[in-house]
């Protein structure tokens, strides 16, 4: 009881320090006590004012603010010019009009006199704007349908005629016996058809430009994607699945009644659609449907299903795919697509012919786990990085055949694939130059925590160095491409905006500053990136928090970061802020802290990205013991007083730990946890574990309810009740197992007004002074 209290007096005042004392109600205010980073940096179309979010004046949200060159300091503009900073700008290929949408309706913004003109408003909101091939024309989407807009001449032009519903029966097939014996029996039936099919005949002459309907029954219409030139609008069609969707309880409601609403449904093998790339020809007023039967294995069976007889007899059949909104040249001569297996381990690139459906195919990928890595989608409807060159016949890509995601083109008349990017590292992001004779890069070359920028010509060669001392560099390019607007953190230095020139190892220059005083007076620790050799040899990357010698308690807590596919262990400012302040507060009370980029984290390749593969809790939950034997043999913890803690797949390894590896930890505190994986979403789920229908064995394994028997050590458990994410009834079924097996060493803390990331101050405080109880409870009691 003593250490009880003893704790609770550490959470509600001061922990002590050499610069300024932290206090557990203050740090959990999050960016109310850091200061307001600014966000969304963002150029004016003139490249003359830098705009971003900010709330220096601590308002009740952001507003817009700008800064230009020769200013001292930003200012905040009208709602108005607000606004527009925010929309999506498309343009003609001089760049001398921009077209974007507002309130539904299209503008044009002329570069030259700066003047905005309404082009097309109507009741039904238009979509999904593109650009054509002839200056002054613009297509867009309204009602499922795909319009060209000509400035030059003033028309709207329908080009597609989709329809919802049934296509009509056609009556004149029929002729059954009394149809013969009518009109053999009745003149007048006779001259009723004899009219009918003179006036078809004279209608039929009057030819109509009009598309003809292209129906579909169930499937929507989606992915429109017009020809340059509006000879062709690519389309797909989408049937959603017909699935059952879960259920989330409301117990704080204004009016005092409960309320609940469905959420998602759960992983399941009936979520894989229907999925259908149609090709219309405007000047053929004809439609057809690509057969992707023929692309090459799209036969081929998961290696998995090998552990399962039962699956590895059946039939191989043809996969489900989706496919990406088709990508063309600006000159419209080539086309190109981008597919994925709804079974997530196979990706093709194809050249389409529009003229008669026909394909063949650039780039196939595949991962026995799943396709994944920065510029690749993970999902369907994900974006991804896919486009051309300048010279219209050279396409670009992402790649992991190396087992790093690099950037790679491939020539469509020569046939020829060249790697532009090489190295036991990954290109996170990528910007093609106006002229598209070159590629920004973010990258993380020199240590797989930063994001440092480089540029590289298209044709590949030496990367230049612009951006690349450590911490993470958010960049935007001026339109002109001689500024550069950057968001720039250190590991203990929160987001700031700068500017640069873009030139080899240009220097930064500072515009906001935006760290509240009583940040400031705290001596913020920049934690160690260390790394240490797994059991299996892989290297894994993790930040030390170590404590004074004079302070330093024999006990250690080791953080573990949510979604899985994450970094943390990194040189810039954590988006687990709240989480870097509690570690520094823990490191005052003599814990040493580690922070793990365990396998499935982000930024070290597909190995690591893919170490998970049908065993959540395998080398994940492994490398958390490793990263223990770290703190026993180099820093002098006790293997007796260690804790774990995290949340979300970190509240999940946290329940792993305490279930499937007995007497390694003595306190775990699970935040929002998974416990079956069968009760979570499909689209991040079904990558990792395939289908509980196909693959059983991965998700039981996987999943902490079946060890609830094997419970060790002190369980703390805190979740939100109206968390549509990781549903509250995850740690309800589980708390369940525990009461029916007769377990006590666990407690549970449910917060009722909380989702998935907690948003009220309190709630913060009374979760995180609960964990501290926790760890100040079991670990300093020797």
């Not at 020809?227 to 969707?245: I, R, T």
């Not at 090489?422 to 973010?442: C, H, M, P, Q």
């Amino acid at each position: 009881m003593r250490l009880k209290f003893l704790s609770l007096i550490l959470i509600f005042s001061t922990v002590s320090l050499n610069a300024q004392s932290l206090q557990l109600e203050e740090i959990m205010k999050g960016d109310a006590f850091i200061g307001p980073q600014p966000e969304n940096p963002r150029w004016s179309l003139d490249g003359q004012k830098m705009y971003f979010d900010w709330n220096p004046k601590s308002e009740p949200g952001s507003s817009t603010y700008y800064w230009k060159k020769g200013m001292k300091n930003p200012e905040k503009v009208e709602a108005m010019e607000a606004r527009l900073s925010n929309k999506i700008y498309i343009s003609n290929a001089d760049k001398s009009v921009y077209y974007y949408i507002d309130s539904g309706a299209l503008y044009a913004y002329d570069a030259l006199t700066a003047k905005r003109t309404k082009l097309f408003q109507q009741s039904s909101p238009i979509s999904n704007l593109q650009v054509g091939l002839e200056k002054g024309t613009v297509f867009f989407e309204q009602n499922n349908n795909l319009f060209k807009l000509n400035t030059n001449e003033g028309s709207v032009v329908q080009l597609t005629h989709f329809k919802k519903g049934k296509a009509p029966e056609n009556t004149e097939e029929a002729d059954t016996f009394l149809d013969r014996q009518q009109k053999e029996l009745f003149q007048f039936i006779r001259d009723k058809e004899a009219k009918k099919k003179w006036f078809e005949t004279q209608s039929k002459s009057i030819k109509t430009d009009f598309p003809k309907a292209v129906y579909s029954d169930k499937a929507n219409f989606i992915n429109l994607s017009a020809h340059p030139k509006g000879n062709y609008v690519a389309f797909s069609l989408y049937e959603a699945p017909e699935v059952k969707a879960d259920v989330m309880a409301t117990f704080i409601t204004a009016d005092g009644y409960n309320k609940s609403g469905e959420i998602r449904p759960k992983v399941s093998v009936k979520n894989v659609f229907k999925f259908k790339l149609g090709i219309y020809n405007t000047q053929k007023d004809t439609a057809y449907y690509v057969d992707f039967t023929k692309l090459s294995h799209i036969k081929d069976q998961p290696k998995y299903f090998e552990l399962y007889p039962e699956q590895s007899k059946k039939e191989p059949t043809e996969r489900s795919v989706f496919v990406y909104p088709i990508i063309y040249t600006q000159d419209g001569k080539y086309a190109v697509a981008d597919i994925r297996s709804q079974d997530n381990k196979d990706r093709w690139i194809i050249q389409l012919n529009l003229e008669n459906g026909s394909f063949s195919e650039i780039e196939h990928q595949h991962d026995d786990a799943w396709i994944g890595g920065p510029g690749i989608p993970t999902y369907a409807f994900e974006a991804k990085v896919l486009g051309f060159l300048a010279d219209n016949q050279t396409v670009y890509f992402q790649s992991e055949a190396t087992g790093y995601s690099h950037l790679y083109t491939y020539n469509l008349e020569t046939k020829v694939r060249k790697q532009l990017t090489s190295g036991n590292w990954e290109v996170r992001d990528l910007t093609i130059s106006k002229d598209k004779k070159a590629f920004y890069l973010t990258t993380n070359t020199n240590h797989p925590g930063n994001f440092e920028y480089y540029k590289i010509a298209a044709s590949g060669g030496k990367m230049e160095p612009i951006l690349v001392k450590e911490g993470a560099h958010e960049v935007k390019i001026a339109p002109d491409e001689k500024t550069l607007l950057v968001r720039y953190s250190y590991k203990n230095k929160p987001w700031e905006l700068y500017w640069a020139d873009n030139k080899s190892n240009a220097a930064l220059n500072q515009i906001t500053y935006s760290q509240s005083e009583a940040f400031k007076k705290y001596l913020w620790r920049a934690p160690e990136v260390i790394t240490f050799k797994a059991r299996d040899n892989a290297n894994v990357n993790a930040r030390i928090y170590t404590p004074e010698n004079n302070k330093k308690n024999g006990a250690a807590v080791i953080f573990v970061h949510g979604a899985g596919y994450l970094q943390n262990a990194h040189n810039y400012w954590s988006d687990y802020l709240r989480e870097y302040m509690f570690h520094n507060l823990l490191t005052d009370l003599g814990y040493t802290v580690l922070d793990i980029d365990y396998r499935a984290s982000k930024g070290y390749g597909s190995a690591h990205r893919t170490g998970i593969y049908r065993f959540m809790g395998g080398k994940d939950l492994s490398d958390q013991l490793d990263g223990k034997k770290v703190l026993v043999d180099k820093y002098g913890v006790d293997p007796n007083r260690v804790g774990i803690y995290g949340g979300s797949y970190g509240g999940f390894i946290t329940l792993m730990a305490l279930m499937t590896t007995p007497n390694e930890f003595k306190v775990g505190c699970a935040i929002r946890s998974v416990t079956d994986w069968a009760s979570y979403n499909h689209d991040y789920t079904a990558n990792i574990l395939n289908y509980p229908e196909t693959d059983p064995a991965a998700f039981q394994k996987s999943s902490p309810i079946y060890y609830a028997d094997q419970l060790q050590g002190h369980l703390l458990m805190l979740h939100g009740m109206v968390d549509d994410n990781v549903e509250y009834k995850d740690v309800i079924r589980l708390s369940q197992r525990f009461i029916e097996l007769g377990k006590k060493n666990w407690s549970l803390a449910s917060y009722p007004v909380e989702a998935h990331g907690f948003k009220e101050t309190y709630s913060w405080v009374d979760e995180y002074g609960r964990i501290l109880d926790y760890f100040n409870t079991y670990l300093l009691d020797k």
